[in-house]
């Protein structure tokens, strides 16, 4: 098994590929070894000193570390993924499905308006964010303001406000009027 490893626009994140499918559907965020218990191989993964986030997306996981250098952890990082594929067990503990964050907020009257922003968030943006080993998901849309929730690589990406404010915010404008901002939650 060849696992390639790709930097992202995050210093503190590294992609890894397996080269095999992670989460068939959706993706998950784990902030802390607290939430790992959905997962055996994130589990695995915080036991590596420096590990501070993991973000599993359709076919990569990212890791976000802490001021651990890279050349001390890539080693057990990429050690944990192979044993966990070979080994032919679950990424997800079983009945655990995908990290859906609840709550999203929108008046009745801009049901239209939020269905136009999902449709170019979902075909647009995702893809995108997803090469950097990332994901962007719709929270809510009030008073003109979209409200965008940021995981994986993108979370505490020190290019995150630029690609919110300079890319979405404004291939959203173009396609909404409605819209007038873009802010992460």
């Not at 993706?27 to 695995?44: H, M, N, Q, W």
């Not at 090469?131 to 979209?146: A, R, S, W």
């Amino acid at each position: 098994m060849f696992i390639q490893t790709e930097a992202t626009p995050n210093p503190a994140t590294l992609k890894f590929l397996p080269g095999r499918v992670v989460l068939a559907e959706g993706t998950y965020d784990f902030r802390s070894a607290a939430d790992a218990g959905a997962s055996p191989l994130a589990e695995k993964l915080f036991q590596i000193p420096g590990v501070s986030a993991i973000f599993f997306g359709h076919d990569f996981i990212t890791v976000t570390k802490d001021e651990t250098d890279w050349q001390h952890m890539k080693p057990a990082i990429l050690g944990a993924i192979m044993e966990q594929f070979m080994s032919g067990q679950p990424v997800m503990a079983s009945g655990q499905s995908e990290d859906t964050e609840e709550g999203e907020f929108f008046d009745d009257g801009d049901e239209e308006t939020v269905t136009v922003i999902k449709d170019l968030l979902e075909t647009r943006v995702r893809p995108a964010v997803a090469q950097d080993g990332g994901d962007i998901t719709f929270k809510g849309f009030k008073e003109g303001i979209v409200y965008l929730s940021m995981r994986g690589a993108c979370a505490g990406c020190p290019s995150s406000t630029a690609t919110l404010q300079h890319g979405i915010q404004n291939l959203l404008k173009h396609f909404v009027p409605e819209v007038e901002e873009v802010r992460p939650i």
